[in-house]
Structures are given as structure tokens and as C-alpha cells.
């Protein structure tokens, strides 16, 4: 049996961290029967960071590893039926995503001090209040550091919503008038795209990131889709 290990729900999605959904979502279509872990400490994680799954003897972290190790394990093939250059396309749709808007998301939760009071209520309702503020600021600081560490910490949220706004058109773009981004059925980027799409539409307050996404009615169309026929119900 696969066992899924997540942090908990948050921001309208089964879990707070986009790649912990698309774990979800690319173990809930490998076809094996799974269950679900759910932590909000990293801390035991082989690289203190979430998803990570387990087979047997195989612990496998990171997203990325997991769609590997599930592809390879099972004979499953997310991008099955697409041609070489939809893959190449697909997977640079998935860095840009994954390593570009994440940080921008990330850094509208956690970094904005507006932002921050709202995020810490939606992570950490459930602290005793004294302790409970010493620990989350410690976290805190630890994600800023990561924020401002890769770069785009350091630019206004303007200037975040202006980076990432072309990226965001660029999925837009590819999407067309298609159902998900390579035809009819979703494959391996709409695992990626959907719940990272979601995540930075889905602060509770607008934010420069969120009106990138919700104006784009294609778009909220596509991510309701995506949780519709792919999420786990
Ligand atoms: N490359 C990793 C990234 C995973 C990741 O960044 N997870 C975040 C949550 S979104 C995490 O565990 N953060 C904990 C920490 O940094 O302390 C993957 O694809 O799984």
C-alpha cells in the first residue's frame, strides 16, 4: 500500500502546499490503493520537506521523485499519448510553475506582513497562544529566509504579479480552447497547473497574484476542471 505524507488542508485545497496536491493528485491517478498521512511538521521528512511517499522499504521525497518512482514502479506514463515535444513542453510548463510561481505564492503567504496574520490563522489556529507565537515566528523567518534566498523576495508584490503574469499567460496560451493543456485528458503538467493555478488564486484577501488568476475567467474554468475530474474526491 502507498502512503501519501501531506501537510494538512488549507486555502480551499486538500492540502496548504501545491506539491503536496500534485502528489495527491498523480498517486490518486496511478491506479494503486493508497492512504493518506497527515502532518504539519516536516521535520522527520528525509529532506525536512513534504510530500513524501512510502512503499514498503522505499521512502521516496519530493514531488518530482515520487512521479518518477510511480511511473517506474507501476508501468504508469502521465504523459501517455503525448508527442516528444509536448513532453519537453510539458515539463518546462512544470519547472516554470514549480520553481517560479511557487515562490511568488509563497511569498504572498508568508512574507507580505498584511498577508502574514491571515496565512498564520489558516496554519496555525490550533497553537496555545504564548508558545504558539514564538514557534510560528521561528517559522516565519525560516520561510522568508528561503523567500528572499531564491530571489523573489526581494521584488515588490507588483513586481511578483508582473513576473509571473507572463508565465501565467504563457499556460493560458498553451491551454487554449482545450479541455487541459495537451487535449482532452490531463496529463502530467495539469497535475502541476491545477493546484499551483488554485494556490495563488486562492488567498482569502485580493492580492496582486490573485487578480492575475482570477481575471482570467479560461483559467478558473480549467482549475475547476482539473479539481473535478482529477483531484481525489
Ligand atoms: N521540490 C519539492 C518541494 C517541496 C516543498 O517545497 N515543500 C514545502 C511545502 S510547499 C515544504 O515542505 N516546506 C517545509 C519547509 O521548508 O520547512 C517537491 O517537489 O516536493
Redesign the pocket.
Known sequence: MLKLTI?PEGFNEPSG????V??LCLVENSGQPYEVIVTPD?RK?PK????VLEHGANVI????Q?RDYLESAFDVDYDKGLSDEQRAVSRSIIRML?EHL?FAI?SDRWQDDGNWALTKSIYFNDMPPVIGGFITNQ?RK??VA?ITGQGMGRHSPTEQATRVEKDIAAVETILGDKPFLFGDTPSGADYTAVPFLAAAAAFPSETPITTVVQSRPNLMAYIARGKDTFYPK
Not at 525536512?48 to 510530500?51: G, N, R, S
Open positions: 501537510f502546499s501545491p506539491f503536496a500534485k502528489a516536516p521528512a525536512q520537506k513534504l510530500p521525497p519530493d514531488s518530482d515520487i514549480e511557487y509563497y517559522i525560516g520561510a528561503q
